[in-house]
């Protein structure tokens, strides 16, 4: 059985002192979950969470890295740099980032490489806008994007990829696809990567859902067939609703 993975992004949001008291919060509300905890945070916020976060059953990622190790690249950050600071996770190919940022299915897949080659577990977004959906083209968009992404992984690198499957449309509306929906993405996902790298792979691989999760639509989410967790923006951001998301079975 795949264990459920819920991971918060908070974007652009928190400062440090916010971060420690998130956490300190944060820590006593989900201890006894089996879940997996993740927090994606802010590069500033970065240290403090994870000073925070030690000793707890929350682990603490980033929401980018650049894919070179070094170099003349103002204002970016490395897989190494994070390694070395004890991040464990990093958000790779986030929608925010491939339309404001220029961030493509070749500079996805070279981040994933180079998270990897630092010991850095990626969580790699992928899903469609609405146009795309309207359009018919939801799979073929999906299965594109996770094909790109994984090129020339190892099937344990792959075993060890949390992929996010996060439809634009449903990023921060307030619409959540439904979880039937949502799980036949998954599904379809899961399906090209047992492709690719076979079924010991396909069964393994943590497949989330993310856009506009909540603790009131998390349970019907993450008890379906395929979806493993979810990764949560905007309710993310406060930790007794956080919580409530991770602990979705009581
Ligand atoms: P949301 O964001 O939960 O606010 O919709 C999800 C995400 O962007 O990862």
Redesign the pocket.
């Known amino acids: 059985m795949r264990r459920k993975v819920i991971a918060g992004?908070w974007?652009m949001n928190m400062l440090p002192n916010e971060a420690i008291s998130y956490i300190e919060k944060l820590t006593g509300l989900v201890k006894d979950t089996k879940n997996e905890v993740i927090l994606c945070v802010p590069y500033t916020d970065l240290f403090y969470s994870l000073m925070q976060a030690q000793g707890t059953n929350i682990k603490i990622g980033a929401q980018n890295m650049h894919f070179e190790e070094k170099g003349a690249y103002t204002g970016e950050v490395s897989g190494q740099m994070l390694k070395a600071i004890g991040v464990e996770y990093v958000?790779i190919g986030?929608?925010?980032r491939r339309q404001y940022y220029n961030e493509t299915d070749e500079s996805v897949n070279k981040k994933i490489k180079a998270a990897f080659e630092n010991n850095l577990k990626p969580i790699v977004?992928v899903g469609e806008s609405l146009e795309q959906r309207e359009s018919g083209k939801t799979k073929e968009i999906i299965t594109t994007q996770t094909r790109l992404a994984l090129d020339g992984l190892s099937k344990d690198q792959v075993k060890n990829t949390i992929i996010?499957y996060?439809p634009i449309w449903?990023?921060?509306?307030g619409k959540t696809a439904t979880s039937e929906d949502a799980n036949n993405s998954i599904k379809e996902i899961r399906e090209e990567i047992e492709k690719i790298y076979g079924k010991d792979v396909s069964d393994e691989v943590i497949i989330q859902y993310?856009?506009?999760?909540k603790s009131k639509n998390a349970k019907e989410l993450f008890e379906t067939s395929d979806i493993d967790g979810g990764?949560?923006?905007?309710?993310?951001l406060d930790p007794e609703e956080f919580s409530k998301i991770v602990n979705y079975e009581e």
């Open positions: 992004n974007k958000i986030h929608s925010e977004c996010a996060e449903a990023i921060g509306t993310g856009g506009s999760v990764l949560v923006g905007g309710a993310s």
